[in-house]
């Protein structure tokens, strides 16, 4: 499974993906709007957000993944790949 996170000014999203035979299949998306004091947030901030907003609106996928994962963010100068 790889997790695509990402932020910009007012935006973040995560983007579930599983890696077949070197094919990328979506499984799960999601985007929110940042209120006006997220928009205060430092990048790394709205990355972390973009992580929570993930789990909290796909816990059963996180919960029954059986295999790693592999978090992909849109700057390596906040978090590196996981395996």
């Known amino acids: 499974m ?3 996170i990402t ?3 007012h935006i ?3 983007a579930l993906v599983q ?6 299949h979506l499984v799960y998306f999601v985007s929110r709007t940042l209120q006006d004091p997220e928009t205060r947030y430092q990048m ?4 972390a957000l973009s992580l929570y907003t993930q789990l909290a609106a796909c816990t059963h996928t996180s ?4 295999s790693p994962s592999k978090l992909i963010t849109q700057s390596k100068r906040y978090c ?3 395996t």
């Open 2 to 4: 790889l997790v695509y």
């Open 63 to 66: 919960k029954t993944t059986a």
């Open 7 to 9: 932020a910009t000014d």
């Open 80 to 82: 590196k790949n996981q």
């Open 44 to 47: 790394v901030e709205k990355l």
């Open 19 to 24: 890696d077949v035979g070197g094919t990328q």
């Open 12 to 14: 973040v999203s995560v």
